[in-house]
């Protein structure tokens, strides 16, 4: 796990424009949905000329905006300056994923939206890119603990048919068996029964048939 | 081309609601139409019984509110595959039976040589697509073929008795039977589970499983790993990221940005596995 | 078509049917030995696949299902014409059917036996195969195949039990007047004495018996051919597979009756009961039958040929013109079209020939089940240059389907040697003469036999 504030040494050709990176602090100030934490204290990375100062806010729902401010020595905002933005996160081992780029407003500042989509900790670094190498990195912490927007939908089960179909399938099954059973039994008990009505010499309801017993 | 269309840092929309509740929807007229038919002459009663609970076997859906410590408790995952990259060494299909014990002539995740319509060659790595709405899922007569909460096809060799319905409704290809007794087995007498089948039952069918005995417990599947050319990246839609290892993908841009595609999309099986196709490759067939 | 029988004296009748009962033939004991061992081979034959893993059968991942399968579908095919059958001619009250009755009943309970016993043949783990009663899923078409056999299977043990009452009241009465014998035909025979009343209750049955034996074995086959047909398989994923598979199994299975009426006609003695007409009115329902086939397979063959889709065309050209084409071209000559000539030819009055359009008929008809099964089994779905699966067809599958085709001569055999192969009761109450009213029959004497 990296430091959590580290300043990057600005190469000699940016020295000319040195910036100054303000640290704001924007957890406090907007109160995220009570299943989000807020992001942890923003930090700042500093350095002779300019700093780079990232930092997490909590917007909407699941919603982070991650924002970068530049500031020249004397405080000024730094526009135009491009922010390339990755999360180090808990992915079947640590993972380094870009998640975008922002660049600065007149206000010095670059805010990119990002929507967690892992719970854990989440390191979010901010890169000003200059030439081959980097102005300035700085890198902001968040931890997430309760992503939901992505997970809350409800899981379809696959479904062929609605859960009416199996009763009434087994309905009809079980009706064609009834019946099978029913002519079984009817037949049966009915053959059984007459005889032994017939063998009643009282009952002549079948009077042909006493005569053949035996 | 068929490629999944999502706004970026956005997780793709799950898909299968729309499309279950569609067949859903077909399948309750057939089946009105089958119990009216069955009613009319109950001699119809065994086809409407096919109609009946549908796919009873899938896992149920963890309820997933509330907060949950670490690692997301359940993924949906995916497997990407770019085929730019794969060059047909075959390292992923000796690596996955190794892992999995597998006979030679199991090759769980295949490498087929491919002529495009355009007449160039070209290499597919096919693994279990982890159908959506599988078919061999819902062929399978006594539910050995199941879902796990993170949507991987398993098989429950315990339970399968072997008809290979599953393999004759499989689109892939991608199920293997155990004609003989199976002759490789991990050195250490573990019992054989749906997740870590090994060794394989003789009489029952297999298949690849995304290798969720290594997923679960944070590795990467022994392909992903194994593959030279990091052509093979295991994905979750849910967290919207997808790995190669070295390289980690926002997952629902890379497969925009590529033209992802995914093989035999007009089945209506939804695959869980996305091709690249680079130079001519016809990754639809 | 509806000649009623000629009377026949009553007791001719029954010494006819009683006599295999009582003194089997000279030939009956040699053939009840070839066709045992033939069968036990079978077995032995399943137990050794059983040991050994289905590999032994010459199954593989690129040809999963094979032999097994069609003979699955071909025997419980021909057990549906045996029922089917009897009920058409219950039903329409063709009264010349009353001799054959019996037999296309027998017929059709062994058959189905045969028949469903390759489904847990083919399975590659065969003593799990109750787990299907006790968890199944109700979205599979095995499932459903299981449910439409049992129920199958108990009605048509009720048709061919519930006619044959009278007639072991007969043989209760006449044939074995004591000793275990008696007492079991009495037990069967539920104290029928032909009352009124009795056969009323018997009649009602039967016919209602008749109805529901239609639409059951309609829909044992249809779920048959939906085993197939509820696959994205070329070849097989097929609206027509319904009718298709039940149109052929009628098909079969008359040729089926005909084959086992004409050989217990000879080898029983019966031919002064059962006459070359009824032998062809049989025929003609065969070839009638075989003309829809025909039409069938034409219609299938032409839909999938003409739009010739790349997932069709490679099915469709293999059975015209590739591997299966002369299998595909001899069925249709020899199992369709050669008996339907040979019916319809002037030479048709001799019983050979009705016996040989019949034998061509089944024989052609289970060649049509393996080029059901083979090709969209063996077909590459992915590469299309690769190579088809090829099955390979060894001794233990040749053994156990010799020995399933020789259980349903065995299993007739040993039933006739208990029950009449004739519906001894049934003939009487066809001819209907007055002269042969129970009360007539009863002063004839006794027993044919003591």
Same mark, same amino acid.
């Given at each position: ?214 | ?36 038919? +069955? ?76 002529? +495009? +319509? ?133 997952? +629902? ?33 | ?9 009553? =007791? ?33 034959? !399943?137990?050794? $696949? ?11 991942? $690129? ?83 299981? /449910? ?10 009720? !048709? ?84 298709? !598979? ?28 059962? $006459? ?9 329902? /065969? ?77 052609? /008809? ?46 007739? /055999?040993?039933? !006739? ?8 009761? =049934?003939? =009487?109450?066809?001819? =209907? ?18």
């Amino acid at each position: 796990m990296k430091a959590r504030g580290r300043s990057v040494r600005l190469p000699l050709a940016a020295a000319c424009v040195p910036l100054l990176l303000a640290l704001l602090s924007p957890a406090s100030t907007v109160a995220g949905p009570a299943d989000v934490s807020t992001g942890p204290p923003v930090l700042v990375g500093s350095h002779t000329h300019s700093e780079l100062a990232v930092a997490a806010r909590a917007v909407d729902g699941d919603t982070w905006a991650i924002e970068a401010h530049v500031r020249d020595v004397s405080s000024g905002p730094v526009g135009g300056v491009t922010i390339e933005f990755s999360a180090t996160i808990d992915f079947l081992g640590v993972r380094t994923l870009d998640i975008g780029s922002a660049r600065t407003d007149t206000s010095g500042t670059a805010t990119l939206t990002y929507l967690p989509t892992t719970n854990g900790v989440h390191h979010i670094v901010a890169r000003a890119p200059f030439d081959d190498g980097v102005l300035a990195s700085n890198e902001a912490v968040l931890e997430v603990t309760g992503v939901t927007q992505p997970l809350a939908r409800p899981a379809q089960p696959l479904q062929a048919v609605g859960a009416w179909a199996g009763p009434v399938a087994a309905l009809v099954v079980a009706s064609v068996w009834g019946l099978l059973v029913l002519v079984l039994v009817r037949v049966v008990v009915g053959i059984s029964r007459a005889t032994v009505v017939a063998r009643n010499p009282a009952d002549r309801r079948f009077g042909v048939s006493t005569d053949i017993e035996g | 081309m068929n490629v999944e269309q999502a706004e970026p840092l956005q997780v793709p929309p799950r898909e299968e609601p729309k499309r279950a509740l569609s067949r859903r929807a077909v399948l309750q007229s057939v089946a009105a139409l089958g119990a009216g038919a +069955s009613l009319g002459g109950l001699g119809a009663a065994p086809q409407l019984v096919a109609l009946v609970k549908g796919l009873d076997r899938v896992a149920p859906a963890t309820p997933r509110s509330g907060p949950a410590a670490g690692m997301n408790a359940t993924r949906r995952w995916v497997m990407v595959i770019d085929l730019r990259r794969c060059d047909g060494c075959g390292k992923c299909t000796k690596a996955c039976q190794a892992t999995h014990y597998l006979e030679p002539d199991q090759t769980w995740l295949k490498v087929y040589k491919l002529k +495009s +319509s355009a007449g160039t060659e070209y290499f597919m790595p096919r693994l279990c697509m982890h159908c959506e709405d599988a078919p061999c899922l819902r062929v399978c007569p006594v539910g050995a073929t199941f879902k796990n909460a993170g949507g991987v096809v398993l098989v429950d060799q315990d339970k399968c008795i072997g008809c290979r319905l599953c393999m004759s409704a499989c689109p892939y290809e991608a199920r293997y039977f155990n004609w003989i007794e199976p002759t490789k087995r991990p050195p250490l007498a573990v019992l054989p589970t749906p997740e870590f089948p090994a060794p394989q039952r003789k009489g029952t069918v297999g298949k690849c499983t995304f290798c969720v005995h290594s997923t679960s417990h944070g590795e990467l599947p022994s392909c992903v790993e194994s593959c030279p050319m990091e052509a093979i990246y295991i994905g979750d839609l849910d967290a919207d990221v997808a790995t190669n290892g070295p390289q980690t993908v926002r997952l +629902s841009t890379f497969l925009r940005d590529n033209h992802a595609t995914r093989y035999k999309e007009e089945l209506n099986t939804g695959p869980r596995v996305y091709y690249i196709a680079g130079h001519g490759e016809d990754a639809e067939r | 078509m509806s000649t009623p029988t000629a009377p026949v004296p009553s =007791e001719a009748l029954e010494a006819a049917a009683f006599r295999p009962m009582l003194r089997p033939g000279r030939w009956f004991w040699p053939l009840f030995g070839l066709l045992g061992a033939t069968v036990l081979a079978a077995v032995g034959a !399943f137990a050794y $696949q059983y040991a050994e893993g289905l590999w032994v059968a010459g199954y593989s991942d $690129q040809a999963f299902f094979g032999i097994y399968e069609a003979n699955l579908v071909a025997f419980i095919g021909v057990s549906y014409g045996g029922a089917v059958v009897s009920a058409v001619l219950r039903l329409t009250h063709a009264r010349w059917g009353a001799p054959l009755s019996r037999m296309a009943e027998a017929m059709a309970v062994v058959a189905l036996i045969v028949g469903g016993a390759f489904a847990i043949v083919h399975l590659g783990r065969p003593e799990r195969v109750w787990t299907i009663f006790t968890s199944p899923n109700f979205s599979s078409p095995i499932v459903w195949d299981f /449910m439409a056999i049992t129920t199958y299977l108990l009605a048509t043990s009720l !048709f061919l039990y519930l006619p044959l009452i009278p007639d072991l009241a007969r043989a209760r009465d006449r044939l074995a007047r004591r000793g275990v014998r008696h007492r079991i035909y009495a037990a069967l025979a539920l104290r029928w004495h032909d009352l009124p009343d009795q056969r009323s209750r018997l009649s009602w049955a039967v016919t209602v018996l008749a109805i529901l034996v239609i639409p059951l074995a309609v829909s044992v086959h249809s779920v048959l051919a939906y085993t197939f047909s509820m696959t994205t398989r070329p070849g097989w994923h097929s609206t027509i597979f319904g009718p298709y !598979f039940v149109v052929g199994a009628l098909y079969s299975g008359v040729g089926l009756v005909i084959l086992v009426v004409a050989a217990f006609r000879r080898a029983y003695r019966l031919e002064a009961f059962i $006459q070359p007409r009824h032998l062809l009115n049989l025929a003609w329902m /065969m070839v009638a039958l075989g003309l829809v086939y025909l039409y069938l397979t034409f219609s299938e063959t032409l839909t999938a040929a003409y739009t010739a889709t790349r997932d069709e065309l490679p099915v469709i050209a293999a059975l015209l013109e590739g591997p299966f084409a002369p299998a595909f071209w001899t069925f249709l000559v020899t199992g369709v079209l050669a008996p339907i000539a040979l019916v319809a030819l002037p030479s048709r009055r001799r019983v050979g020939v009705l016996v040989l359009a019949a034998a061509l008929a089944v024989v052609g /008809m289970w060649l049509k089940r393996l080029l059901i099964t083979l090709p969209s089994a063996t077909l590459p779905l992915i590469d299309e240059a690769a190579p088809w699966g090829s099955p390979v067809f060894t001794w233990v599958p040749i053994l156990i389907t010799l020995g399933a085709t020789a259980a349903i001569p065995l299993g007739l /055999m040993i039933l !006739f040697r208990f029950v009449p192969v004739i519906a001894i009761d =049934e003939c =009487e109450q066809a001819g =209907e003469e007055p002269t042969l009213t129970p009360a007539v029959r009863r002063a004839v004497p006794e027993g044919v036999a003591g």
